[in-house]
């Protein structure tokens, strides 16, 4: 079968009226195609131009995620949550801190629980930067393209800041954060915003009236409120359906009931609808990390450190040798990398439940207990156990519902780590939106999916 | 009332056990009620379960559960706002339980990676086939009697 002989079938039609034979075509699109960003195959079967059927293929990223992290510590999983959505690490980790949370039944302090906040949705900006970006480059904007990755690189250049990585971040530790924000951290993001700001409208200025941006998304790649439902769609998918589901609004994790903010829906679920709810949704995200900017609970806590007597524990070593001449005066000095997860910042970051959380960094290398703290979460087979028990948790991803089911049996690995991809259910219903429409409009459709394969395929 | 209440009073022989670690509300079902279970989820008003939000399995063979695998679905109600988790202890030699494509769609790609990943076969599926590996990959790489350091040549089409 080839391209020719549906041409001729149609170029030369009978002209007694008498029916021809025609014939369908079948077309690869993928793995390795410059629109199908990750690796992923869509096996489609075209008359002419028309898709007749359509049938996805993934896997090609498949990481055995799920595995790996059955064989390790319930710490050394962190790493690979960073690389589930690679556009929204933080949310990522900040999901499976949770779920580990949830097992343990820790409560984390007031500030890591806004630092959180904060970066789960400096993540979910740069997530749908990413998206919007791609999409209306395969669409042929190629400035909006340009412009948003440059906004994007001031987001993550924050990140960097905060986490010593752009992508890998692992940030997220169990019983709160790494590391405390800068002390000028609000500014820097101020400024970033200011800038993501000006880049939005300028694309909205680019876009969203741009005819021929418009009439390549709208009405295309339609899905029903109720199909969408019924394939367990959610995120910016279901909602531009006109669903306001988000898990922040209806479970609310991390204390976003307190925050003011909306859920933008669509009403016809296509792709400009889905377009227009991302736009949206990072307007609404910077609102939330402005507010908690505002709420932020402030440095009180360190007023701790400064004069006081330093609490026995930590100078038992020395002091056993009766060294204790000058004693407070010494400070330990930590490697640059280190920064912001020393003592001054770690009581506000830190849930400080010794069987979960690591000690501050001059604890682990200035005294034996702190050590021995460290030896126990960090080594295999000591300490670190959660209770036998099986919890799930979901947060808001950029795509989602993004859900962490854990299984413990008791000892200090996972017995089995589940990711809910929220990216899987939509790939799923994809060929719904792509039969019956173009050849072209996949691109559009696909793009506005935002598949990433690390969480498909995991 | 409770979710699991509902459920226990409406099933009485059919619910093997239910509990509430953390809040999670969890019911372990027999294999054989699946189908009428889930239907009855679905569609009483009080429950209104009407989002399959997850679908994935857990084998127990280090933990020596009897039986060793368990199908766990993951329910949630858009209107109501409440979850549930169901369970279906399945046996190792009779690796089969009932697809709830008829009911979710989103079931379909689930529960082919069940079958990818655990071997566990679904009734009436439409296409139960292999999803994130490959056709001709040997053995179910999740079952904890699979060795993690395993490795299998990447096969191309075979010659």
């Not at chain 1, 005294?367 to 099986?390: C, R, T, V």
Request: a negative charge; aromatic letters at 10%.
């Amino acid at each position: 079968m080839s391209t020719l002989q549906v041409e001729k079938s149609e170029i030369f039609a009978d002209p007694s009226g008498k029916e021809l034979k025609r014939e369908s075509m079948m077309l690869n699109m993928g793995p390795s195609h410059p629109a199908m960003h990750g690796i992923i195959r869509l096996i489609l079967e075209l008359d002419g131009e028309r898709v007749l059927r359509s049938e996805v293929e993934i896997g090609y990223l498949h990481r055995a995620f799920e595995k790996m992290s059955e064989s390790m510590g319930y710490l050394q999983v962190f790493p690979y949550t960073d690389r589930l959505n690679y556009s929204s690490p933080l949310i990522n980790n900040a999901g499976y801190a949770m779920a580990v949370e949830k097992l343990f039944d820790i409560r984390i302090p007031e500030r890591a629980r806004y630092i959180r906040v904060l970066m789960c949705e400096l993540s979910r900006i740069c997530d749908h930067l990413t998206c919007i970006a791609a999409s209306a480059m395969e669409l042929g904007a190629f400035t909006v393209f340009l412009y948003m990755i440059k906004a994007r690189e001031n987001l993550w250049n924050a990140v960097e800041m905060i986490t010593g990585a752009r992508l890998t971040i692992s940030y997220m530790r169990v019983g709160g954060v790494k590391a405390d924000l800068p002390e000028d951290f609000e500014k820097v993001i101020r400024t970033c915003f200011k800038e993501t700001r000006h880049v939005l409208k300028e694309c909205h200025g680019l876009l969203t009236r741009n005819r021929i941006f418009v009439d390549r998304v709208k009405g295309v790649g339609v899905i029903s409120k109720e199909d969408a439902l019924a394939y367990g769609i959610t995120g910016p998918f279901l909602r531009s359906t006109g669903v306001d589901y988000d898990v922040r609004k209806d479970a609310p994790y991390l204390g976003y009931d307190e925050f003011d903010f909306e859920v933008p829906v669509g009403t016809t679920g296509d792709n400009y609808d889905r377009y227009l709810v991302r736009m949206e949704e990072m307007e609404q995200s910077m609102r939330i990390v402005e507010q908690a900017f505002q709420a932020m609970p402030g440095g009180a806590l360190a007023v701790n450190l400064e004069g006081k007597e330093i609490p026995a524990a930590e100078m038992v070593d020395e002091a056993k040798m009766g060294m204790v001449e000058g004693f407070q005066h010494q400070f330990v000095t930590l490697d640059p990398t280190l920064e912001g997860s020393t003592k001054f910042y770690f009581d506000r970051i830190q849930a400080g439940n010794k069987s979960a959380s690591l000690p501050a960094k001059e604890n682990t290398y200035g005294n034996i207990e702190g050590l021995m703290q460290h030896f126990k979460i960090i080594m295999d087979g000591h300490g670190y156990e959660p209770p036998k028990g099986e919890v799930y948790q979901a947060v808001e991803g950029g795509n989602g519902e993004l859900g962490f089911y854990l299984v413990s049996d008791g000892t200090g690995r996972p017995y089995r780590v589940r990711v809910r991809p929220p990216c899987f259910p939509i790939m799923a219903a994809l060929p719904l939106m792509l039969e019956g429409g173009m050849l072209a409009d996949i691109i559009a459709t696909f793009g506005s999916v935002n598949m990433i394969g690390g969480e498909l395929d995991r | 009332m409770p979710v699991l209440e509902i459920l226990t009073k409406q099933f009485p022989e059919k619910i093997i056990e239910t509990h509430d670690f953390r809040g999670d509300e969890t019911a372990l079902i027999q294999k054989d009620a699946l189908l009428l279970i889930m239907k009855f989820l679905k569609t009483d008003i009080r429950l209104d379960f009407n989002m399959l939000m997850d679908l994935t399995a857990v084998d127990y063979l280090w933990m020596g559960k009897k039986p060793r695998f368990e199908v766990v679905y993951h329910l949630y109600s858009l209107a109501l706002k409440h979850r549930l988790r169901i369970k279906v202890p399945i046996e190792q030699k009779d690796a089969l339980v009932d697809s709830i494509v008829s009911l979710w769609p989103a079931a379909n790609w689930y529960e082919r990676e069940v079958w990818d990943m655990f071997g566990i076969r679904f009734q009436n599926h439409p296409d139960l086939k292999r999803i994130l590996l490959y056709e001709g990959f040997d053995g179910h790489p999740l079952r904890k009697d699979y060795p993690i350091n395993k490795r299998q040549p990447l096969i191309g089409p075979k010659n």
